[in-house]
Nanobody
Framework: QVQLVESGGGLVQAGGSLRLSCAAS????????MGWYRQAPGKQREMVAI???????NYANSVKGRFTISRDNANKTVYLQMNSLEPEDTAVYYC?????????WGQGTQVTVSS
């Protein structure tokens, strides 16, 4: 079964850092874009960062200069390094990947930033 498993969420003070990881597993023939979305309470899910197979990146304006997305193709893993965290970054973060030409989602990991 193809799945995405996230790790690395938690509670951090404003100004701190966290690193999220997401590993793809199962019978995978193709990996295209990988990235991260987030959903805060009462808000719609929004794109945080996307990394395509050609290395192109796209970030939400609110995280540019603070978050960095990267991937390890050999281990089918995508990372999100989050620095200078703000209380507004508090949300459930979901890993996204296009695996075997289908969009897949992780189960979500909570990130809470205290002021």
């Amino acid at each position: 079964q193809v799945q995405l498993v996230e790790s690395g969420g938690g509670l951090v003070q404003a100004g701190g850092s966290l690193r999220l990881s997401c590993a793809a597993s199962g019978r995978i023939f193709s990996i295209n874009a990988m990235g991260w979305y987030r959903q805060a309470p009462g808000k719609q899910r929004e794109m945080v960062a996307i990394l395509t197979t050609d290395g192109s990146t796209n970030y939400a304006n609110s995280v540019k200069g603070r978050f960095t997305i990267s991937r390890d193709n050999a281990n089918k893993t995508v990372y999100l390094q989050m620095n200078s965290l703000e209380p507004e970054d508090t949300a459930v973060y979901y890993c996204y990947a296009n695996l075997n030409w289908r969009d897949r989602w992780g189960q979500g990991t909570q990130v809470t930033v205290s002021s």
